[in-house]
């Protein structure tokens, strides 16, 4: 079992920069993949960003690519997202997941929702023009 709890979100104009955490209870949490995903009003949950077990290996979604990076200290149990440039289309609400399928190969990790079977309640983040 784990239980993730984000946190970092509020309110910033386009242009400026937001750290978001996921703070992770439970060993395994080491051994998972884990993901971000937003969602905004009336918009399908979408793909951020997501990083291997280690820590060596991301994926990004095209419309965050070269602005937002993911990372993960394994020994704070914490996986965060760097957001930089932000925009006003990047306001929604954030999700940390987790895959807890262990020690996911890298072609597996996926950009789909279903896959991650632990969520996080989500952290607001709102980019103001």
């Known amino acids: 079992q784990v239980q993730l709890v984000e946190s970092g979100g509020g309110l910033v104009q386009a242009g400026g920069s937001l750290r978001l955490s996921c703070a992770a209870s439970?060993?395994?949490?080491?051994?998972?993949?884990m993901g971000w995903f937003r969602q905004s009003p009336g918009k399908e949950r979408e793909f951020v960003a997501a990083i291997n077990w280690s820590g060596d290996f991301t994926r990004y979604g095209d419309s965050v690519k070269g602005r937002f990076t993911i990372s993960r200290d394994n020994v704070k149990k914490t996986v965060y997202l760097q957001m930089n440039s932000l925009k006003p289309e990047d306001t929604a609400v954030y999700y940390c997941a987790a895959d807890s399928r262990r020690y996911l190969r890298n072609v597996d990790i996926g950009e789909s929702g279903p896959l991650y079977n632990y969520w996080g309640q989500g952290t607001q983040v709102t980019v103001s023009s």
């Open positions: 439970g060993r395994a949490f080491t051994a998972y993949a």
